[in-house]
């Protein structure tokens, strides 16, 4: 299984291949002899998004669900923090939400497993992000040996990954602002845990929204102060544009008059 997100360096180290004539031959299903093999000795990193539908498929908070299913960050190249899945303590490194039947939260599965055996590569140019396929050919997946014709469109269709990849494209823009930041490392630990905590642990930014005086600071139309109070995408969508303009000094938030605004020479140590 591999990441979500790839860069080409990961993509020269792994086992890609082109799809060819643009169409592949694949299916998974419990019939396949290796059934849930690729559920085990992962590193999988989630996206703010995968975060949001695992902790809301367990019912469980945001910290509970960081305390008890992600490991300790580790820093990406531009200086954000990115978090990964933690597998349990066994002989395979198991996935905590494999069970005996296949995935025990198929539904909300990470963007990463859906996409697999499908690899993307995803680059942020000119405001927008532009992403190739590839296929991820690992020696234990026999998924391959099956008839099902699908072209790279049809199985992101399939899979459900039209929404992963919006918000996943909204999250990416963040870090691209990282990237533009020249000298390493270009930001403040306090603006880290404010990334983390508006990225991973949305019940706590839903908090530092409605209960501190951000929302006065700010000219917020009544649309998006109703779509942020009762539907956790948008909010999530509002954290993005708050880490832009907090972290990176970008005109995504209106501060109100007298409120002063991040600059970027600030940020840095
Ligand atoms: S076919 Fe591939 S993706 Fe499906 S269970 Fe087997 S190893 Fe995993
Ligand atoms: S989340 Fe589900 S599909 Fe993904 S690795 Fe875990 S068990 Fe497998």
């Known amino acids: 299984m591999t990441e979500n997100i790839l860069d080409r360096k990961d993509l020269e180290k792994s086992k890609m291949e082109p799809i060819k004539d643009g169409k592949f ?11 849930t093999r690729c559920c ?11 975060v949001l539908r695992l902790k809301n498929r367990l019912g469980i908070s945001s910290s509970d669900f960081l305390d008890r299913f992600t490991t300790d960050q580790v820093r990406h190249n531009c200086g954000l923090p990115m978090l990964m899945l933690k597998m349990k303590n066994d002989s395979k490194r198991t996935c ?5 039947e296949g995935c025990t939260v ?22 927008r992000v532009q992403e ?12 391959f040996q099956e008839d099902r014709e699908w072209t790279d ?48 642990n949305l019940d706590m930014f839903k908090k530092f929204v409605f209960e501190s005086k951000l929302l006065n600071l700010f000219h917020i139309d009544k649309k998006t102060l109703s779509q942020i109070k009762s539907n956790e995408r948008e909010l999530l969508k509002f954290s993005f544009r708050w ?23 600030a940020m840095g140590r």
């Open 25 to 35: 031959s694949f299916a998974c299903h419990p019939g396949v002899p290796c059934f």
């Open 40 to 50: 085990s000795d992962l590193d999988l990193a989630l996206t703010p998004y995968d």
């Open 96 to 100: 905590p939400f494999l069970g005996p």
């Open 106 to 127: 198929y539904q909300d599965r990470p963007g990463a497993c859906r996409l697999y055996p499908v690899a993307r590569a995803a680059k942020y140019l000119g405001g």
């Open 132 to 143: 190739q396929h590839f296929l991820l050919k690992e020696s234990h997946c026999l998924g």
């Open 153 to 200: 469109k049809e199985w992101l269709k399939d899979q459900g990954l039209e929404l992963y990849n919006e918000m996943n494209g909204l999250w990416m823009a963040i870090n691209q602002s990282g990237k533009e930041n020249n000298t390493p490392p270009p930001i403040t630990d306090e603006k880290i845990k404010m990334y983390f905590m508006a990225c991973y």
């Open 243 to 265: 880490l832009q303009f907090a972290i990176f000094a970008k005109n995504t938030m209106k501060p109100k008059k007298g409120v002063i605004k991040p600059k970027k020479r």
